[in-house]
Structures are given as structure tokens and as C-alpha cells.
């Protein structure tokens, strides 16, 4: 199988890795990454040259790579500067990405895309007859159109729902899939029920890198509770109820760390609840480790979330977690083992797990090493390996145009 790979992030390295060791990689067109085993430049500052630490091509040859620089150079400067939306820069890095990767698209039997970025390569793959894998990050858009909506009317605040200026792009490129990709049954399951067929959707959970998210020795002492929250902080990702959570458990000591973007729709709510938490902005991957050696509990309750990374990455640290049920990394924990799942817009729940682990330091602790544990298994090595057992079910059936 002569097979193309189309990714704008990083979490696809592993699968490149392994498309090129069962001897299917063709061409890997991708965002700026590190050559196997070489340092970041270091004429770029410390921020991007933490974050390209985290982007090694492990051991895809640099023959079969095409990096393009220019799409992720807009979709960070242009916020930055104040020229336009997050959403609408977000618009212009697919665009230019797919455009761009669609120019160098070599010939193939499968095109496999990741949703956003694969509407003209899709294209020209179907004219050739390719194969066409649409992975997809999140659940189904309207799935989270609906639920921010009524989120926003909630708040009383205007809802920004990720992908929006981009929406009809994705749905076309739904409609050239022959099979699609999603991380979590949960996400699976909202595009079974807008009719998708189930036979046609596989789910590869992602991975957890061991090496940058090793197991702490030991949890922060019991005389002070940190919650760590890693995530853009946004309605979708149920930031107010944990602020709310916290707000209930007044006055016990409680601190809240959020790690992550701040979306504008969030400003006002987080007034609401000032002196209950600190903001720490985004940082690079590479850095997280030391956010969660320093962490009481990790807690994320999302109101629409594919699966989280950050989740894993925390249990992988020996971190217990709260979740909600939309959270697809639910299904790496069990109920009261790893840490609990609670259910949507549920700050009172949240509130009376905060409150156990608070109180009993022991379980808290236990909790921790048992996600350590549980991490253990999830990791890149497994996802690659379910990746290539459905990659081996596949049998092409085009002929490949030169």
C-alpha cells in the first residue's frame, strides 16, 4: 500500500512511524518537526525551540517528509498580533496547509487526512481512485455546536465554537471519506448518531509519551491542594465548573492552576470567580511535567472532548483526575481507581471529589500511582500497533496513476 499521510500537529508522528516501518509510507506531509535524534535551532527562542523538542520525527526518513512552515507561522502570529481571531486564523493554517500539501501530493493508494486540512487532497486522491482516511479530532461539529450553544445561553455569553468559519470544508471532506478515524468511542458515538455507519469508523485512542511524562516520585505535601486544570480554557472544556466546584468548597485551601490558552468568552465568567485560581498561559509540551509533579489533582470536566491528552499525560505523572463523561480518555479510567468521572455541567460532583481527595491524602496518592499505571498501557507503541491492525484489513483496490 503506497500510502500519504496529511497532518498539521505532531500527534501523528507515531503514526508516520509506523506506516514507515510496515513499509507503506510514501510521503508524510506535516507541520515543522525535528529531524530523529537533532536539537531544535538555536537561533529560534526558548518558547518554539521547547515546543519543537516535543516534535522528533522519530525514525520517518527526512526523504519522505514535507514540512510546511508557513500555515502554523500565520495561525500563531496573526492572534498574536491582533489581526484576527484564533477561529479565523485557524482557517487560514487549513487552507494554506491543504492547498499547499495538495500541490506536492504524490500519487497513492490511500490518502490518510486529518479533518480540517484534506478537502483538495482528498480530491485529487478520489481522481485517482485513492483510498481516502479522514481522521478526525474532534466529535462530530454539530455535535459541539449544540451543546455550546445551549452552554453559551447558559453564561450569557457569546458562544465561540471551534471550526465554525471552516465547518462546510469539513463536512465535504466527510462526504469523500471512505473510512474515518476518531480517538474514543464517545466521539465515535456522535457520529453514529448523525447516521455515519459504524462499520466505517475505527477508533484509535491516542498515546501517552512515557519518556517526557514519567511517574513522579512522590505527591506534594498534604499542606497544600493544588488542582491542575491543562487545557485552552473555554466553555468547551468546562472550565466554569470547576471555578464553581471551588467556589462551593469555601473556605478549605484550595489552589487552581490553569495551563492553557484563555478564550475571550471565558473573560467575563472568570471574573466572576476572581482570587480562586492563578493563570499560568500556554506552555510547550516539554514543560508540562513539572506542572504535574506539583499537582494534588488533575481535573478537566469537558463538555465536549474527543479524548484529552493532557488526561493521560497527568495519570502518566501519578496524578488521580476528575473527567466528565464527555471526555473520551473516560474510558482509560475506571471509577474510583485512576480518579473519578462525574457527569456534564456537574459542579457538585466535582466539588465532593475535590473534597475526598482533599481528605484522604493516602487514596489520593494510591489513586495517582494506579493512573500511573493504567498510563502504562496507552501508550504511542499501542496506538500504532491498533492503527496498522486496521491498516491490514485494507486491501487496495485502485490502480495507482503515474
Not at 526518513?61 to 507561522?73: C, D, F, K, N, W
Not at 496573526?78 to 493554517?93: F, G, Q, T, V
Not at 467556589?247 to 484550595?254: A, F, I, V
Not at 494506579?370 to 487496495?396: K, N, Q, V
Request: charged share 20%; glycine share 4%.
Amino acid at each position: 500500500m503506497r500510502t500519504v499521510l496529511c497532518s498539521n500537529v505532531a500527534y501523528y508522528h507515531p503514526l508516520a512511524r509506523a506506516l514507515f516501518e510496515a513499509g507503506h509510507l510514501a510521503q508524510y506531509i506535516t507541520c515543522p518537526s525535528v529531524a530523529p535524534g537533532q536539537p531544535p535551532p538555536r537561533f529560534l527562542p526558548d518558547y518554539w525551540r521547547s515546543k519543537l523538542a516535543g516534535r522528533d520525527l522519530e525514525v520517518v526518513p527526512t526523504s519522505l517528509v514535507r514540512q510546511l512552515y508557513l500555515p502554523e507561522i500565520l495561525q500563531k502570529s496573526l492572534p498574536a498580533l491582533k489581526l484576527c481571531s484564533a477561529d479565523h486564523a485557524d482557517r487560514i493554517n487549513n487552507y494554506l496547509f491543504d492547498r499547499t500539501a495538495a500541490r506536492h501530493l504524490e500519487p497513492c493508494t490511500i490518502l490518510h487526512f486529518v479533518s480540517g486540512i484534506g478537502l483538495h487532497c482528498a480530491r485529487k486522491a478520489k481522481q485517482w481512485g485513492s483510498t481516502a482516511i479522514c481522521d478526525v479530532r474532534q466529535e462530530h461539529p454539530w455535535f459541539q455546536r449544540d451543546i455550546l450553544a445551549e452552554e453559551a445561553e447558559r453564561w450569557q455569553v457569546e458562544a465561540v465554537v471551534p471550526g465554525t468559519s471552516y465547518e462546510a470544508r469539513v463536512l465535504e471532506e466527510f462526504t469523500l471519506a471512505d473510512y474515518f478515524v476518531l480517538p474514543s468511542l464517545h466521539a465515535k458515538n456522535t457520529f453514529v448518531e448523525r447516521g455515519f455507519a459504524a462499520d466505517r469508523i475505527w477508533v484509535w485512542p491516542y498515546g501517552v509519551n512515557l519518556t517526557i511524562f514519567p511517574e513522579r516520585q512522590q505527591p506534594p505535601p498534604n499542606d497544600r491542594f493544588n488542582i491542575v486544570y491543562v487545557g485552552s480554557v473555554t466553555l468547551r472544556k468546562g472550565a466554569q465548573y470547576l471555578l464553581e466546584a471551588t467556589r462551593l468548597l469555601q473556605p478549605l485551601p484550595l489552589e487552581i492552576t490553569f495551563v492553557g490558552a484563555l478564550s475571550p468568552e471565558m473573560e467575563p465568567i472568570l471574573k466572576r470567580y476572581e482570587g480562586l485560581f492563578t493563570w499560568a498561559g500556554a506552555m510547550p509540551k516539554t514543560q508540562l511535567h513539572n506542572v504535574y509533579r506539583d499537582a494534588s489533582v488533575f481535573v478537566l470536566p469537558s463538555l465536549a472532548d474527543s479524548f484529552s491528552l493532557a488526561t493521560l499525560e497527568a495519570m502518566s505523572s501519578g496524578v488521580p483526575v476528575i473527567i466528565s463523561e464527555n471526555t473520551g480518555a473516560r474510558e482509560m479510567v475506571t471509577q474510583g481507581c485512576e480518579g473519578f468521572v462525574v457527569p456534564i455541567r456537574n459542579a457538585a460532583a466535582i466539588a465532593e471529589h475535590l473534597a475526598y481527595l482533599y481528605h484522604h491524602y493516602e487514596a489520593a496518592a494510591e489513586m495517582g500511582r494506579a493512573g500511573a499505571r493504567r498510563a502504562r498501557t496507552c501508550t504511542w507503541e499501542r496506538y500504532r500497533s491498533i492503527a496498522m491492525a486496521h491498516y491490514d484489513t485494507l486491501r487496495p483496490e485502485s490502480r495507482l496513476v503515474t
